[in-house]
């Protein structure tokens, strides 16, 4: 990990579901975060689609940002409270090669050694919908959803062998 940015998980494409501990405060980013806090890194070979979301089983209001380079690096994508919630999301499109720093930080009053769950998907770049790592936003309470599906690839069947698709999208 980089200094000053203790215990980062490395994650790999495709990404998956990670757990982490929040460890003590260090950083804050634009839209805010003061408590305890997680890290994450991956590095992108290549031009990518990246998805980031965080999960608790118990209310934790979490913070959510990406910068490059370190863990001091130019921010790139912030969030707190993605649709109301206390949860935070990043949709970060056709983000360049590079190595990237996930925090994911806690308003207040959190514990470190809380566990916090995170989502975080790595894909090559596509349409909306298309990929794990670029979701459609469906909103609470919405009956259905209209649209085609034309030009979406053929890459998520569990079940055949050699499937690019993600493993676990929701």
Do not use: K
């Not at 994450?40 to 608790?56: C, E, R, Y």
């Not at 910068?67 to 921010?75: E, N, P, V």
């Not at 596509?126 to 670029?134: A, F």
């Amino acid at each position: 990990s980089c200094s000053g940015c203790p215990a980062a998980m490395n994650v790999t494409a495709p990404g998956g579901r990670y757990t982490q501990n929040l460890v003590p405060h260090l950083y804050q980013g634009s839209c805010g975060g003061a408590g305890a806090e997680a890290y994450f890194t991956f590095t992108l070979a290549g031009t990518s689609d990246v998805f980031i979301a965080t999960h608790q089983s118990m209310p934790v209001n979490t913070v959510l940002y990406v910068r490059s380079g370190s863990c001091t690096g130019t921010q790139v994508g912030c969030n707190t409270n993605a649709d109301g919630l206390v949860t935070s999301q990043l949709t970060l499109t056709n983000l360049a090669a590079g190595t990237y720093w996930v925090i994911v930080d806690s308003v207040s009053g959190v514990a470190p050694g809380t566990p916090i769950t995170a989502d975080i998907y790595i894909t090559t770049p596509g349409n909306e919908s298309d990929r794990c790592g670029r979701p459609t936003f469906i909103p609470p309470l919405t009956a259905s959803i209209t649209g085609s599906t034309t030009g979406y690839a053929d890459d998520y069947l569990p079940y055949r062998a050699g499937a690019t698709g993600c493993s676990y999208c929701g």
